[in-house]
């Protein structure tokens, strides 16, 4: 299983970008899927999941502006963000469960400039 995010790049503060994490395999088979952020010098940090009924949970910081949703049919995850911060500003990697595997992208650099 490999999962690819896209979708990043350079953002002012306010405006809008959506990622996204494709799978190699049926995402209908996936359990809990889940984007995380890295910014330099600070750990990994959960920012959304989405359960396989489509559940979704958000970190305090992003509620309101990111919206985390999952596309059986193309086998894709996305993160729409809007109303971006500086402090959004990272490394955004997909994580997904197969069964008891865990699987990572390999991330997507968001730079929001004030």
Known sequence: VQLQASGGGLVQAGGSLRLSCEATSSISSAGMMAWYRQAP???RELVA???STGFAQYADSV???FTISRDNSKNTMYLEMSSLKPE???VYYCKARWG??????QGTQVTVSS
């Open 41 to 43: 010098g600070n750990p």
């Open 49 to 51: 999941s989405i359960t």
């Open 63 to 65: 509620k309101a502006r």
């Open 88 to 90: 959004d500003t990272a």
């Open 100 to 105: 008891e595997g865990y699987y990572w992208g």
